[in-house]
């Protein structure tokens, strides 16, 4: 958002001393990330944490893949289709996709990393663990193409022997 970037520079020009204190600007950026997602309710709130599992860019239809038998699919795409890109959180990026998926992006990285930084530990590996059965389930065909991935997600779970075996065909 340029104009909280525009506020920050601003904040950290008026100060007496000409050197920036990054610590300062960080809270600062992480107060006004925190005050956005305050606002949100309980459900859309779960949903940007699985958006936020799955990374900075992800698909809308595997964040319903991930959340089924958990949430209704409806409720999940007026989620992520009003609420979270209302709120400035993410985005549906105007350039052309190879796939029939419906992507998003995180409106910055700053935001992703926030947010997955404040999934409790136990919810974060509940969910990577989705995600890794998730591609297990898709990558039928191609196993070895999505190992990389698989394996990452099952590491961040805990299973770190399902992580070695696609690490090791990856």
Known sequence: NAFFTAQLIYQAQSRESSDIEIDQLSQSM???IEVR???LEKSAAKTLNVCAVAGVRFAAE?????LKG???IDDVLATLEETLVSHKLIFFP???TVS???????????????????IGPATRRH???????F?????TDDRQAAARRIGLHYEAAGAAGKASEYFASA
């Open 30 to 32: 992480e107060a006004a």
């Open 37 to 39: 997602l305050q606002r």
């Open 62 to 66: 595997t964040i319903v893949e991930v």
């Open 70 to 72: 958990e949430d209704d």
């Open 94 to 96: 105007s350039r052309e």
């Open 100 to 118: 029939n998926e419906t992507h998003y992006e995180f409106e910055h990285g700053i935001i992703q990393r926030y947010v997955y930084d404040h």
């Open 127 to 133: 969910w990577h663990k989705r995600f890794a059965e």
């Open 135 to 139: 591609y297990e389930r898709e990558a």
